[in-house]
């Protein structure tokens, strides 16, 4: 029997409701849910796959591991132990070095209840402020700019606002490929009314960008820059909205008279566009009678990324453009609960419900509400400071839950070093092998999505419901159940004086608690329940006695300041952190790839999510490559002032000159390093304490390894990875990557100066190939060269080529493929009678069209429509219509 269950995609900010099919205690398929008003329905390609992403327990953690000393491996124990261990220890540290030497670092993609627990275990039981965020690196520019300007966090709008508006201007989003449902909503509004005007600011030309009527493609970190040149050009044009300023605004005279020097023609030479480009994008700003603009990343993950928002903040109060539907600054959440995480206050500098550690009267509501003594004034440490106080010794313990900072922090080198001083790292994950789990003295296994209840808010202030359909895996409990265990044992020894404070016995208990917080607050949920929002996900605030929840903020003109006003901020545009020079000289930018997650350790599970982008790569211009003497596939060592990476060159007209450009997803698991971390710089904003992680000066040299190796299996590819990742840190450099679709495949590469010792044996094993009648093996000892392969019938099954890897590609591609073995097996060591077969990516994941295909129908005349129509490729969640659509234009353009 299917059951079907309601609940929230666990992936991005845009918050999808999802149906989970069930059978017993198997998650067999997943879909949109048509009743939830974020996505009517649709999913994109992460949120269609999750079915499959849950189905395997390989890889899951499943009970708790615990060592007692640093040179043992973990061994698993009993829950008990587990707990106990952990309570004692920070116990024992709490009592001998006081609150602030342990610390807790969270996650966004926890549920409220189980932030809310944490929250209230540091702050309220342990009485440190040391608990942050993966948040920190990635909406905390934002949350600080709403509050300076319009004196509360979170955003003024809505999901509505983005088929209302006219003018959108994009800044540091790619969102097509990160906010994807949504990307959808917008591109049906523009193909029903052609006069809307998209303007993308990016350094890169996103997919996003492509499909812009304008893009500023704008030297890195210059945004500050670009839009009080804008603004400039508004002020002097008197497209300003004079009456909203004087009423609704303060600030203005000093933020006028700064801006006065910002002219488009200086401006747009810094910048690095065109000054009639940059007039157009205010003309269009200016005039439009709603201008909405969404921002991500590229503004917030700077050293100036506070200032950057306020900058774009600015040009809303001077134009009117905020509380009117259709307009306002819209920025837009990256995990499915950074919202959640803000309400309930879970970082360094913040209290539950909107407070501030640093207001003693936001300090004593919550001790008294608790029914604490008191809550410590002193700010806690955000993430990048905490793990350097990690590694001086002043922290001595750290909890971390949901989040992989071996991989996602700046500066690995330095992550590593820190987790390695610490005295006891406890991490919480529902994965057992990710880079940080490697670090663990006690693993602790959380369920995860599909397995645990509770809420989560999304970008346009919407609470869901998330809810559990199958069993947790194994032993794994969800995150609010530990976090409980281990307050109750703590409070005994702490603080036994206060024996209630951790008595909760439903997550909805918690949030019944989280909600009284809340009341009389900007983001009052008096009036929500559970009960509530399953019947439907509401925005808030939803006092008591509401009907319904609030679309838009300050629609009355009156903001959350203390004067009633928004504020203007006079910022001025710095340049990056780390300016490029001559022994640093390219600018590497990082983002996201259509199809992965972070660290992947959900999406690194399914072959069909490589397929869009199935290799790690560093991007370049091709001039820049030409004058190097650099070609695709060479191996490139990539070396900032903290570290270096290898990795493999791939050419991109997208990017600037002087620009290049990695994914930010590929870690450990997949890589021999764990990736764009192990340079990315980690100064911060000096107001949010966000690193840079989008900018840093980086060198660029291509590296000789002669000996190189092309492996693929088919066959169980979660158990492959767990045989295979252990021999990536062996190699110079070394990839894995997921491939096939019905019948999977593991596909290494890998490169050195010579054959690392022992690789090959423990490959063969790992990979299961042994010469019998179906193993083939060509050996040349004198030229260093080894190769086997190996089939079932007239199937492929498998390959090494070690030493030589010429017509590897046309063997993986057969492999892939599946198709009949052609031919002697004797050829398979012949690369002359393989042929070389250009890499052809899939673009469309839903019917599996690779880009050879759509190519071929576009020479032919199709537009986006025809490809749908003949081949149907875009017709199902539609995350490649932008690409589609791009590779349309072009044929036009050519
Ligand atoms: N597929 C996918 N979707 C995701 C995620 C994922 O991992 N995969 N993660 C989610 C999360 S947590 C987040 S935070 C969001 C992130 O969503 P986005 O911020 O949209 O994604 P990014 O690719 O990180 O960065 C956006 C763009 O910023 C540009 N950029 C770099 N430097 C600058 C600059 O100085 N100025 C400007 N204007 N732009 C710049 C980059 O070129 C990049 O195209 O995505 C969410 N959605
Ligand atoms: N260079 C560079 N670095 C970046 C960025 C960038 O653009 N460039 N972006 C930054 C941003 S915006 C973000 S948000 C971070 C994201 O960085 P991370 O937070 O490190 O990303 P994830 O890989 O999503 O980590 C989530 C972890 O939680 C685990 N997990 C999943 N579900 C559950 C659960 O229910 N319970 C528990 N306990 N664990 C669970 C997963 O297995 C995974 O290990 O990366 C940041 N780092
Ligand atoms: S857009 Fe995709 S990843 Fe984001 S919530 Fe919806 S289905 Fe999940
Ligand atoms: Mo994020």
């Known amino acids: 029997m ?158 509505e606002d983005l088929e209302l508006a006219q003018t959108l201007l994009f800044a540091g989003s790619n969102m097509a490929y990160a906010h994807p449902v949504l990307f959808r909503r917008l591109e049906a509004a523009k193909a029903a009314n052609p006069d809307i005007k998209w303007i993308v600011i990016d350094p890169r030309r996103t997919d996003t960008a492509a499909m812009a009527d304008l893009h500023l493609q704008i030297q890195p970190g210059t945004d500050v820059a670009l839009f009080h040149g804008m603004l400039h050009h508004i002020l002097w044009e008197g497209l300003a909205d004079t009456a909203f300023i004087e009423v609704h605004t303060s600030g203005f005279a000093e933020l006028k008279a700064r801006v006065r020097q910002y002219t488009p023609k200086m401006v747009a030479e810094l910048c690095g566009v065109l000054e009639a480009d940059l007039l157009q994008a205010a003309e269009w700003f200016g005039r439009s009678p709603a201008a909405l603009s969404l921002y991500c990343m590229g503004l917030n993950q700077s050293s100036h990324g506070t200032d950057k928002n306020l900058a774009l903040i600015n040009l809303h109060l001077a134009t009117g453009q905020i509380g009117k539907p259709g307009s306002g600054p819209f920025s837009l959440t990256g995990q499915h609960n950074a919202m959640g995480g803000r309400e309930v206050g879970g970082m360094a500098t913040m209290l539950a ?69 610490a005295e006891f790292v406890v991490v919480q994950d529902a994965f057992a092998h990710t880079d940080t789990t490697a670090f663990a003295d006690v693993l602790l296994p959380a369920s995860s999505w599909g397995e645990k209840e509770g809420t989560v808010t999304n970008s346009e202030r919407r609470i869901s419901r998330v809810r559990a359909a199958v069993q947790p895996l194994g032993e794994a409990k969800s995150d609010s159940w530990i976090a409980l265990q281990v307050a109750q044992r703590m409070g005994a020894r702490l603080k036994p004086e206060h024996p209630g404070l951790f008595f909760f016995d439903s997550p909805e208990a918690i949030f019944n608690e989280h909600r009284a917080l809340t009341v009389g607050r900007d983001l009052d949920i008096g009036g929500l329940s559970y009960a509530l929002l399953e019947a439907s996900p509401q925005q808030w605030p939803y006092p008591q006695g509401a009907s319904t929840g609030q679309a838009r903020r300050y629609s009355n003109g009156v903001f959350a300041t ?51 982008s199935p290799e790690p790569s560093l ?247 025809g490809l749908k129509a003949k081949l149907g490729c875009g017709s199902v969640c539609g995350s490649c219509v932008p690409e589609l659509s791009r590779m349309c234009n072009q044929a036009i353009k050519a």
Not at 41 to 61: D, E, H
Not at 80 to 106: C, K, N, T
């Open 2 to 159: 299917t059951t079907i269950t309601r609940s929230t995609c666990c992936y991005c900010g845009v918050g999808c409701g999802v149906l989970i099919e069930s059978e017993g205690e198997q998650i067999v398929g997943v879909s949109g849910d048509p009743a939830h008003p974020a996505n009517w329905g649709r999913l994109c390609t992460k949120g269609l796959s999750l079915a499959k992403s849950v189905q395997s327990p390989i890889g899951r953690a499943m009970y708790p591991e615990l060592r007692t000393s640093r040179s043992e491996a973990r061994q698993r124990v009993d829950w008990d132990s587990a707990l106990d261990a952990v309570a004692d220890r920070f116990a024992g540290i709490i009592e001998e070095h006081g609150p602030d030497s342990v610390a807790f670092y969270v996650s966004g993609q926890l549920l409220t209840e189980d932030y809310y627990v944490f929250n209230k275990l540091a702050k309220g039981l342990i009485g440190t402020n040391n608990i942050d965020t993966n948040s920190r690196l990635c909406m905390s520019s934002a949350v600080t700019a709403y509050k300076m300007a319009l004196g509360a966090d979170g955003p003024p709008t809505c999901y």
């Open 562 to 612: 203390d004067s009633g006003r928004a504020k203007f901020t006079a910022v001025d545009y710095l340049p990056v952190a780390e300016p490029t020079n001559s022994r640093f000289p390219f600018h590497l930018l990082t983002g996201r790839l259509r199809d992965q997650w972070h660290g992947m350790s959900r999406t690194g599970r399914l072959p069909q999510l490589f397929a869009h």
């Open 353 to 421: 419900a909107h407070r501030d550690i640093a207001n003693p009267q936001h300090r004593a509501e919550v001790a008294q509400f608790w029914g604490v003594d008191a809550v410590s004034g002193k700010p806690g440490l955000p993430a990048v400071a905490m793990f350097d106080a990690i590694k001086a010794g002043q922290i001595k313990a750290v909890w971390i839950v949901c989040t992989n900072p071996a991989h996602s922090l700046p500066d690995l080198p330095n992550v590593r070093q820190a987790l390695e001083m």
């Open 619 to 865: 991007e370049m211009n091709p001039v820049d490559a030409e004058r190097r003497n650099l070609k695709v596939g060479d191996l490139l060592r990539i070396s900032s002032k903290r570290g270096s990476l290898i990795l493999p060159l791939a050419l991109s007209a997208d990017l600037v000159s002087g620009c290049v450009f990695t994914a930010m997803h590929w870690s450990g698991q997949f890589l021999n390093s764990s990736g764009s971390n192990e340079i990315a710089s980690s100064a911060t904003d000096d107001k949010s304490f966000q690193p840079e992680l989008k900018h840093a000066a980086v060198r660029i040299e291509k590296v000789e390894l002669p000996w190189v190796l092309l492996a693929a299996r088919k066959g169980d590819v979660l158990a492959l990875h767990a045989a295979v990742q252990p021999l990536l840190k062996s190699c110079s450099y070394a990839s894995i990557s997921l491939q096939g679709r019905d019948e999977p495949v593991l596909v290494l590469r890998a490169a050195a100066k010579m054959l690392p010792e022992g690789l090959l044996e423990k490959l063969f094993a790992a990979l299961d190939l042994y010469p019998n009648h179906d193993v083939l093996e060509y050996h040349d000892a004198r030229r260093g060269l080894l190769k086997r392969v190996g089939w079932q019938e007239d199937q492929l099954t498998g390959f090494v080529l070690a030493g030589d890897t010429q017509g590897g590609e046309a063997l993986l591609e057969q492999l892939i493929a599946g198709n009949p073995w052609q031919g002697p097996r004797l050829n398979a060591f012949s690369p002359k009678k393989l042929g070389n077969t250009p890499r052809d990516p899939v673009i469309c994941n839903c019917i599996n069209i690779r880009e050879s295909a759509i190519r071929a129908e576009v020479a032919l005349g199709a537009d986006v429509a």
